[in-house]
């Protein structure tokens, strides 16, 4: 059971690394294009709170507020970097359902939550380097 919630999220991440790089390369308005990514990035956490069994109203707010903050990075990126704007708002999305996965793993401690971290933001200066 594990095991399929992690390639059910990596087939999710997938999909919305693939969705991005399409909206940003036709040139879909961003505005539009951050409407789409907000209703996939929510149906992702959605689901990855449906295979945990936790869709409290709790838990639906911090779905909200997770989709939120992947297309404000969406969207910022976009206005700063407009072709890496799908890789960092992956990168996001990825760290977000890293961190709940752990967290509903059962771990508490900050230590356990440092190499996610630290995955993050090597990859977003790899993405920013090039």
């Keep these: 059971e594990r095991v399929t919630r992690y390639i059910y999220?990596?087939?999710?991440?997938?999909i919305y690394f693939i969705i991005a790089s399409i909206l940003v390369r036709i040139g879909l308005d961003k505005?539009?294009?951050?409407?789409?990514?907000?209703?996939f990035?929510?149906?992702?956490?959605?689901?990855?709170?449906?295979?945990?069994r936790k869709l409290d109203s709790y838990h639906l707010v911090l779905a909200f507020m997770s989709s939120i903050l992947v297309t404000a990075a969406f969207l910022l990126s976009?206005?700063?970097?407009?072709?890496?704007?799908?890789?960092?708002?992956?990168?996001?999305?990825?760290?977000?359902?890293s961190l709940i996965n752990l967290r509903f793993?059962?771990?508490?401690?900050?230590?356990?939550?440092?190499?996610?971290?630290?995955y993050a933001l090597m990859a977003i200066i790899l993405i920013l380097s090039l």
């Design 41 to 52: 990035s929510f149906f992702t956490f959605y689901y990855m709170l449906a295979s945990h």
């Design 9 to 14: 999220d990596f087939i999710n991440i997938v």
């Design 31 to 39: 505005y539009i294009g951050s409407v789409i990514l907000f209703v």
């Design 105 to 118: 793993s059962g771990y508490r401690k900050v230590e356990e939550y440092i190499p996610t971290i630290m």
């Design 78 to 97: 976009y206005l700063l970097l407009s072709m890496n704007a799908a890789a960092i708002s992956t990168v996001v999305l990825y760290t977000l359902i």
